[in-house]
């Protein structure tokens, strides 16, 4: 065999050798992986709130350590319909937020510690440093799309559960 036709062969060989066969992959989990949010990395849970008769589901990120809650939605210029970000307290506490470098206006949902609605700091101002808070213990902040909590119906004593 010639050198310029060897070469070639041993690329196809190495490539061979590197393609997995039907017979050498790896077995399927029938467990699926944990939903991760594509931009934040964070993981993405199911949180229901319970207005009446009614069952309102969303799909939230959550912001668990200091670091990802100091970051939170800030720069983000989308949220989808029924998405929100989740910032559980362990231990709760009174809760207090603000928009820097928030590029989208958001509702903020303060839970107590019973799992009920707060108060809603409804439709923040991009940008705006103004302390929003919450009015009692919170074991959690949601922030959903601005406007999106009076849309729905949305108010203080709905049951809050993830």
Not at 8 to 35: E, H, K, V, Y
Not at 46 to 69: H, N, S
Not at 103 to 111: G, N, S
Not at 114 to 129: F, M, Q, S, T
Request: proline share 9%; charged share 20%.
């Amino acid at each position: 065999m010639t050198r310029a036709a060897l070469i070639p062969a041993l690329c196809l060989g190495l490539l061979a050798a590197c393609s997995p066969s039907s017979g050498d992959a790896a077995p399927q989990s029938s467990q699926s992986a944990p939903a991760v949010h594509p931009v934040s990395g964070l993981p993405v849970v199911p949180l229901k709130i319970y207005r009446g008769d009614r069952v309102l589901t969303f799909r939230v990120e959550l912001a668990r350590t200091a670091q990802e809650q100091a970051k939170g939605l800030m720069f983000r210029t989308q949220m989808g319909p029924d998405e929100g970000m989740l910032f559980p307290f362990d231990p709760p506490r009174g809760a207090s937020f603000w928009m820097r470098n928030t590029v989208i206006p958001l509702d903020l949902v303060f839970v107590g510690t019973d799992g009920r609605v707060l108060n809603i700091a409804a439709n923040a101002i991009p940008y705006d440093e103004t302390p929003l808070t919450s009015h009692g213990t919170a074991k959690a902040v949601l922030e959903l799309n601005g406007g999106r909590a009076a849309e729905l119906g949305i108010v203080a004593g709905d049951r809050v559960e993830w």
